[in-house]
């Protein structure tokens, strides 16, 4: 598959070249330097490092918030308890996403890419705790995170080989899946958050939601240069100050929020191991570990350096290693955040350093709860406005990816309609796997997971398996991905 000629962010291109054993592209004098650096290596002004890493944590504040409200409420803190918990997640996402963007030795994709709290393991963590009891829940859950960490950790070398099986057909079918599959959430917030919560489906959340489109949209066609990459930003901006008059955003929580806490090591108690918990989240790391490789082949083809074998393996050893060591300082599973990845898309900002910066904010929200609150006046129905945009590039950048892929074959037409129809299978009917054993709910309850599942086992039948590849790889063009340096 050929590389693309790289663009800059101020409008420039530079041909690629090849990298250094970092992974780092370099000059021919062996260094990187200037304007001969990739993009997702350029380093750029303080402020525009600031403002567009703030816009990354603008966008993924709310995923990284969600699950330990819900896992703290499920296992009854109190109030305090719960706001050091969503405290801990922030922390450890900015730790996580530092790890990711910057690396060291041979962890870190080195790519712009966020990582977060999963919400894969939200069902079970809630089904841990009710089994366990309120005392030794979070315990039990923070044992089994380490675990399925280091699991995570050692399997990355070998599970980044399965980078075979995911060809630019194959990668076109779970981008656009991740875009669609975050849909429904940006769908979500606009009406107000989640079904029961006050005002949800009300006309003043779903105004104020297409409002921040519109500003959003404008803001994107209307203005230029950098002020255009902050677009998200500005409309999110002008969302919010309009959402204070019609009452749906207050300052209560900036005035309860303690100005500094530090993170309080097993502050729940030292971990618990066991059996069943371990198996329950290490089921659902093999899903996380599914997702992030797709996220990071998607991250590959927007940014303009593929996520060969070596990053796919960084990377995932960079998710189990956040993982592992998380649960430390009371935070959870850590994962790419898919909705990030359309944000690199819709600004064209492709710097690891600005989502670094985002990493540096998140730490900062997560030690000073007052400023994080700041960040979380943002109402839902704003959030849900911008979404819908973010969301949907992702999507858009997966029909491109596809467009690339040969769809003029017969097989490919097959395995791209078919993965799409039961990747959305769980998005259309959320109830739809209940009746199944765990462990294949907890697979497939993710239209991500499923999707990618099934495209790879097509991929498998119409291009890998004996006569099938033999009679189909000559008349299918984009079916192949170049073998990699081993990790």
Known sequence: MALRTNSTTDGGSTPDRPEGPDGVPHTHSGTPSGPAVHPVDELLPPVKLLSTGLQHVAAMYAGVVAPPLIVGAGVGLSPAELA??????????GLATLLQTLGFWKIGARMPFVNGVSFAGVAPMIAIAKEHGPKDALPVIFGAVIVAGLLCFLAAPYFCKLIRFFPPVVQGTVITLIGVSLLPVAVNWA???APGAPGFGSMRAIGLAAFTLAAV???????RGFWQQLSLLVGLAIGTLLAFPLGLADFGAVRDAKVFALPSPFHFGAPMFDAAAIVSLCIVMIVSMTESTADMLALGKIVD????????AAGLRADGLATAISPVFNGFA????????????????????????GGGILILLGLFPVLGSLVSLVPQPVLGGAGIVLFGTVAASGIRTLAEAGMESSANTVLVSVSLGV??????????????PEAVRTLMHSGISAGCVMAVLLNLLFHHAGAARRSTTGDTPGTTVPTATPS
């Open 305 to 312: 350096r593929e996520a060969d074998e070596q990053t796919l």
């Open 423 to 436: 990747g959305i299978i769980p998005i259309a009917a959320p109830t739809f796997y209940d009746a199944f």
């Open 217 to 223: 949209v404008l803001c994107n066609r209307l203005l």
């Open 84 to 93: 050091l918990l969503i405290s801990a997640s922030l922390f450890t996402a």
């Open 334 to 357: 850590a994962s790419a955040f898919a909705q990030n990845i359309g944000l690199v898309a819709l600004t064209r900002i492709r710097s690891r350093f600005v989502v670094a910066a």
């Open 191 to 193: 009406r107000g958050g």
